[in-house]
Structure formats: structure tokens, C-alpha cells
């Protein structure tokens, strides 16, 4: 299971754009580079000090300054210069806005994990071996909505992510294995038959998960969760045999559960 350098992937898209738009203003537009260099300042700026509800706005009202000087004839230049300056920030912005998304990720004190609970959900899918009475259970744990909390606030929402998944560490036994399998989820599998994953959540850890808080710049805020439930065993073990499917079960699950807004 390859993991996606999606960061990378980014940084290379920007170097892309920036070069084309230079050598094009160099050859064809000479008139505008020094309007794109700042413009390459003012969107590095922008994406270091605002936060992403932030960089949105500025993406509509630049774009829609430009629509309005264009449309009033205040810009006295040749219209393919005109619409490069009217199209290249707002695309620069989101460029950049997807950079700063996913270097805040990267950085994250809890690290994507999927790659290692794809191979443990193998490893226990070859070792059960399809026998009666054999189980896998599977339990994801998702916190509701926790991309708006990201964009309000991303070093909030690294540091509420790292006290979720310490919490719920804190509960789990030995054979009961914890891993961040991205976008605010966490994935709990075992092979044990102890206790039953659903029931240990909703009477132990549910109320405890529950009651963090998310400290933004207002105040406190009250934080929910969503989850998806698993066993995989003799009769259902051919469906459910790749992770793929296994996972993809659990988070069509999250959409049905229904969590009350407070």
C-alpha cells in the first residue's frame, strides 16, 4: 500500500506554475513580471499568517478587484496580460493554501499510520485462517467535523488529535492495536475476544472522548465523534479479506451515524 506524498506533489505543482508564468512573462509579458514577483511575495505572506477561511476570502475579493478593474477600463494594458494578472494570484493563493494544509499535516505530532494498520490487518486476516469462532474486530473512531476545527485553528487541532489518541491509548489492552489512518479517524483492531469494541466504547470511552475540549480563540468548544463497527469472522471473512474493503465499510458506517449538534 504506497502513501501518497501529496505535500511533495504540491511543492512541485507551485515550482510549475511559478516557472511557466515567469518564462512566459519574460518572453510575451515583460510589462507584468515585477506584478507577479510581488504577487509570488504577497501569496507567501498571506499563506504563513492567515488561516485557511482567511486565504479563501482573499482569493474571491482579489479575483473579484480584478473583474471589477477590468470591467471599469482602469487597467490600460493588452487583455492577455490582463487576464493573467486577474487569474494567476487566486490560483498562486490556492496553490499555496493546499501547501500550507498539508505541511500542517505532515508536522502533526500524530503521523498517518495506514500503511502500518493495512499491514497488521493482514497479518491477522492470514493468521486467523477462517476458523469458527475466530474474529477480527475493527473499530473506527472519527471526530466529527474535525476539518473546520484544522482550518479555524491547525496547531489547536494538532494538539487536540495527540490528547484523542493518548486517551484512547490509555484504554486499550495489549492485543488491542491503535492506529491514525488520517483525517481525524482512528482505527483500533484485534483479534481478541475479551470484550466487544462497540460496547467497550460506548460505556467506557465514548463520555472520556467526549468531554475534551478544543481551545480555540473564542473559547472552549465541545468536540463529537463518529464510529464504525466491525467483526469480521468465518461467514463475512471472503468480503471483507482486503483492507480496502474492510476500511471503506467502516466509514460508509460514519455517514449513518447520526451525532446530535450542541
Request: hydrophobic letters at 45%; aromatic letters at 12%; one cysteine or more.
Amino acid at each position: 500500500m504506497k502513501k501518497k506524498n501529496k505535500l511533495g506533489n504540491w511543492l512541485l505543482i507551485l515550482l510549475g506554475f511559478e516557472l511557466v508564468l515567469m518564462l512566459f512573462c519574460l518572453f510575451f509579458a515583460r510589462e507584468i513580471i515585477l506584478e507577479q514577483i510581488l504577487f509570488l511575495m504577497l501569496g507567501l505572506f498571506a499563506s504563513l499568517v492567515l488561516s485557511d477561511l482567511l486565504l479563501t476570502w482573499t482569493i474571491l475579493i482579489s479575483f473579484g478587484l480584478g473583474i471589477i478593474f477590468l470591467v471599469a477600463g482602469i487597467v490600460y494594458i493588452p487583455g492577455y496580460q490582463a487576464l493573467i494578472l486577474l487569474f494567476s494570484f487566486p490560483i498562486l493563493i490556492g496553490i499555496l493554501s493546499q501547501i500550507r494544509y498539508h505541511l500542517f499535516k505532515e508536522v502533526a505530532k500524530v503521523q498517518n499510520q495506514e500503511e502500518e494498520a493495512y499491514a497488521t490487518y493482514r497479518s491477522l486476516i492470514t493468521t486467523s485462517g477462517g476458523q469458527t469462532g475466530e474474529k477480527i474486530q475493527a473499530l473506527l473512531i472519527h471526530w466529527s467535523h474535525e476539518e473546520l476545527f484544522f482550518q479555524v485553528q491547525p496547531r489547536e487541532y494538532n494538539r487536540t488529535l495527540n490528547q484523542i489518541r493518548y486517551l484512547i491509548s490509555l484504554h486499550l489492552n495489549e492485543n488491542e492495536k491503535l492506529y491514525y489512518v488520517s483525517d481525524g479517524s482512528f482505527l483500533i483492531l484485534t483479534n481478541g475476544t475479551q470484550r466487544n469494541l462497540q460496547d467497550f466504547y460506548q460505556t467506557q470511552l465514548k463520555g472520556q472522548l467526549e468531554g475534551l475540549v478544543f481551545k480555540g480563540e473564542d473559547g472552549n468548544q465541545a468536540i463529537q465523534f463518529q464510529t464504525g463497527y466491525l467483526e469480521v469472522d468465518s461467514i463475512n471473512r471472503t468480503k471483507f479479506h482486503r483492507y480496502k474493503e474492510m476500511i471503506s465499510n467502516l466509514k460508509r458506517q460514519l455517514e449513518t451515524d447520526i451525532i446530535v449538534e450542541y
